[in-house]
C-alpha cells in the first residue's frame, strides 16, 4: 500500500483531512487518484533531512499511520482524505519512486458511545463557533468549513491546521488504543488550545484598543497644535504657557541632559490643572531653565590699550592688581577662554576690591555680577535646593546667571571670608566646585538637576583676610593684596573720583562748591582713621548734603570750603589720632599692628609689682600673643640672667592698651621681649622707634603679615623708624614709594640686632 508522509498534522482516525502539499512529502505526479486507498503517517521530525534516503525516512516516520481514502479536495493546493482505522506499516519499500509499505490493521478498544460522543461534539462546537465570530475569517469558516463536521475528531482534525502541537501529543493520541481515552484527550486539548486563542485574541483586541487610542490621542494633539499655532499667529499676547515653553525649548540651545529633563518637566506641566500648586512649580523651573544662556559665546578679543586705560581711569594706584589683571586677560586674548588663576583680592575695606570688578568687565565687554558671600551658612545658597522641597529655588551662583543673561560674565564673589559652617552644610566646600577650572565646566546646581559650563565665567573673589578661608579652598585662588592708601592717594581718589561723585549725588557742580587747597588733606587726616577710603567718602558726601542746604538757603551763592570752615560742614568731632610721644619711661615700647581696617601702633606697657613672680597679662590677648609673652620672658631670662633675682621677688605685668579690643597674632614678639628687656634695664626706648615681628625661644626674629599697612600706620604715627624681620624685605615692593621713602627701615634677624637699635645693647 502507497505511504504518504505527512509532517505538522495530527493524522486520526475516522475523519476528513486536508492536508496541504507542501505537508505531504509526495511527487505531485504521484498523487493518489480518487477513491484510491493509502496509509498517511505522520512524520516525527518535519525538516528537510527527512526526504534524503529511504533509511532516513524509515527513522523519522511513527510506528503507525491511518488508513485513508483520496477524495475531491474543495480547496485549492489541498489533498482531501477520508480517514478510517489505524494501521502498523512494516517493511518499508521504494517502488517506482513511490513508497510502498505492508499494513496490519490496529482495533480500537472501548469504542465511543454515539450519544456521548454527539453531546462532546455539540459543546466543543459551540464554543469554537463562538469563538469564531470574533475573528475576521470567522463567518467564512463557519458557513463553508463547519457544516461538514461531524465528530470531535473532525474539529481536531480541522484545528490541527492552525494549532502546533508537539510530536509527544500527536504519539499519544495516534497511540492510545480507547476510542473513549482518545476523545478525552482531543477534547482536553482543543479546550486548551481554544483558551489559548481566545487569551491571543484578547490581547491582541486590546492591543488594538490601546492602538487605536493612542492614534486618536496623537491625531488630537496635532489638532490642538495646530489650532494653537494658528491662535498664537492671530493674538501673540495671548499665547498659552505650555506653547510658550514649547517655543523657548526649540530655540535654547541646551545640552542632552538638560533637554531630556525639560521635556520630562513640560510634559507633567501637560497632564497638571493650571489650579493645582505643582503647576506653578513646575512653570517656575521651565522658566528658569530657558531664559538661561546655554549657547557658548564666539570669542570677542580684548583691547589691552583700552582696558589699561578704564582701570586707570576708574582706579588711583592698585599697581599690582591693575598689573595681574591686565597679565588675565592678555592670556585670555591667547588662549581665546577663561584661563589661569581665579584671583583674590584681599584687603581693608574700602580699598576698592569690590568696585576694581566694575572696571574689569567694562575693560573685557562682559556684564557685570556681583554675589555677596557674606554671612552665607548654607549649602543651598550655593548648590541651590532641591525642588523637592517647598519654595526651592536656584544656588546665588546660577541665580546671578541667569539675572546678568548670558552665561560668560565677570562674577564678583565679595566676602568669601565671611562663609560660616553650619548644621545645613559648609558652603566653603559648595564653592569649591564653582572655582575649580577643572569641575565647573558641569557644575549641577540641585535646582537644575542638570549639568552648566561655568567655565567661561570670570570669577574674582574679594575678602579682608584670608586666615578664616578654608585651605582648600585658599588653594583654589591667586591672592592679590590690596594695600592701604596713603595720604597721597586718598587726596587724588577724594579729588578725582570720590568729590565729583558727591557733587553730583546733591545736584551740585565744582563752581557752585570750592574746596580751598588743603582741605583735603585735613578731612583725610582729621576726620578719617583707615587704610581704604569708605570714611573719606562718607565725610564728603555729609560735606555736600550740608553745602546743599546752604546753597538753598543762599539762593545759589557760591560756596567755598576753607580749613576754619571746615568743622561747621562736616558731622561730628575731628578723630584724635594717636601719636608717639616725644619720650616715654622705661619699659614701654611702640608696636604695630593690624586690623581688618587697616594698620595701626599700639604701645606696650609693662611693669615690676612686690609679689612672687606672678606674669600677668592683660587686655584682651589672644592665645598667640600670650604665648609670645611667654616666649619674651624666657629670653629675657637668658639673656639678662643677673636680673633673674629681681624677677624672682616681683609679680609681671603686661598691658596692651585699648582693653576693649581683642588682640591676638603673630607679630608682637621683638615688641614684649623689648619692652621687658627695657623694664628690666631700666633704659628707655625712643618713642619714635616701632618694630614688628615675631620671636623664636632661641631668639631668631620670624616673618609677620600686613606691613604696608602696618608702615603706613607708623607713618601716619609719625614714626621715624621701623624694625622689620629680614624675612619680610621682599614685602616692600608693596609699600608705596613715598612711605619707604618717609621712614627708615631696618631688617633684623635676632633679638639682639633689635636690642641694639633700642639701644638697650651695645652696639
Known sequence: MQVIPVRGRAILPDTTLYIHHTEAMLNDDKAPEGGEQVLLVPIKDASEDAQKDLETIQSFLFPMGVLAVSAESMFQDFLAFSTDTRMIWSDLRMEDGVLQADVTPIEDTEPMD???????????????????????????????????????????????????????????????????????????????????????????????????????????????????????????????????????????????????????????????????????????????????DWEEAPFAPIDLEKAESILDRDHYGLKEAKRRVIEQIAVINLTKHVSGSILLFVGSPGTGKTSIGRSVAEAMGREYVRVSLGGVRDEADIRGHRRTYIG???????????????????????????????????????????????????????????????????????????????????????????????????????????????????????????????????????????????GLRKQLDALCRQAAVRSWKQQGKRLRVTKKNLASFLEGHPIHHVTVPESQRAGVVTGL????????????????????????????????????????????????????????????????????????????????????????????????????GEISLHGRVTAIGGLPEKLMAALRAGVKTVLIPKENVEDLEDVPAEVREALTIHPVET???????AGILEK
Open 593 to 692: 599692628a593690624w586690623t581688618a581696617a587697616g594698620g595701626d601702633i599700639l604701645f606696650i606697657e609693662t611693669a615690676l609689682t612686690e609679689g612672687n613672680e606672678v606674669l600677668e597679662l592683660t587686655g584682651q590677648l589672644g592665645d598667640v600673643m600670650k604665648e609670645s609673652a611667654h616666649i619674651a620672658l624666657s629670653l629675657v631670662r637668658m639673656l639678662f640672667p643677673e636680673k633673674n633675682t629681681r624677677l624672682k621677688k616681683h609679680n609681671l605685668h603686661i598691658h596692651v592698651p585699648s582693653g576693649a579690643v581683642p588682640k591676638d597674632g603673630p607679630s608682637a614678639g621683638i615688641t614684649l621681649t623689648t619692652a621687658l628687656a627695657s623694664l628690666l634695664t631700666e633704659k628707655s626706648v625712643d618713642p619714635s622707634l616701632a618694630m614688628t
Open 751 to 757: 633679638i639682639e640686632e633689635v636690642l641694639r637699635f
Open 114 to 292: 454515539p450519544f456521548d460522543a454527539g453531546m462532546r461534539y455539540a459543546r466543543l462546537f459551540d464554543s469554537y463557533a463562538s469563538f469564531l465570530e470574533e475573528l475576521p475569517a470567522g463567518p467564512i469558516i463557519k458557513a463553508h468549513i463547519l457544516p461538514k463536521l461531524r465528530s470531535v475528531t473532525d474539529l481536531f482534525a480541522m484545528m490541527s491546521i492552525w494549532l502546533n502541537w508537539g510530536e509527544e501529543d500527536i504519539e499519544q493520541l495516534l497511540g492510545e488504543d480507547s476510542a473513549m481515552a482518545r476523545t478525552d484527550k482531543m477534547e482536553s486539548m482543543l479546550r486548551e488550545s481554544l483558551a489559548s486563542l481566545q487569551l491571543s485574541h484578547d490581547g491582541a483586541m486590546e492591543r488594538e484598543t490601546e492602538n487605536v487610542r493612542y492614534y486618536r490621542e496623537n491625531a488630537i494633539r496635532k489638532q490642538i497644535a495646530f489650532l494653537e499655532k494658528q491662535l498664537d499667529e492671530m493674538h501673540p499676547d495671548a499665547i498659552s504657557d505650555i506653547r510658550m515653553f514649547e517655543k523657548r525649548l526649540e530655540k535654547a540651545k541646551m545640552n542632552d541632559a538638560a533637554r531630556k529633563e525639560a521635556n520630562r518637566v513640560l510634559g507633567r506641566l501637560k497632564q497638571e490643572n493650571e489650579h493645582s500648586p505643582e503647576y506653578g512649580l513646575l512653570t517656575d523651573y521651565l522658566d528658569f531653565i530657558t531664559s538661561l
Open 392 to 534: 526651592a529655588m536656584p544656588g546665588r551662583i546660577m541665580d546671578a546667571i541667569h539675572k546678568c543673561g548670558n552665561n560668560h560674565p565677570v562674577m564678583v564673589l565679595d566676602e568669601v571670608d565671611k562663609l560660616c559652617a553650619s548644621a545645613q552644610g559648609d558652603p566653603a566646600s559648595a564653592l569649591l566646585e564653582v572655582l575649580d577650572p577643572e569641575q565647573n565646566g558641569t557644575f549641577t546646581d540641585h535646582y537644575m538637576n542638570v549639568p552648566y559650563d561655568l567655565s567661561h565665567v570670570f570669577f574674582i573673589c574679594t575678602a579682608n583676610t584670608t586666615s578664616s578661608i578654608p585651605e582648600p579652598l585658599l588653594n583654589r585662588m591667586e591672592v592679590i593684596r590690596f594695600p592701604g592708601y596713603t595720604a597721597v592717594e586718598k587726596r587724588e581718589i577724594g579729588e578725582r573720583h570720590l568729590l565729583p561723585k558727591a557733587l553730583e549725588a546733591v545736584g551740585l557742580t565744582k563752581k557752585e562748591l570750592q574746596l580751598e587747597s588743603g582741605v583735603m588733606d585735613q578731612i583725610i587726616s582729621s576726620y578719617t582713621a583707615e587704610a581704604g577710603v569708605r
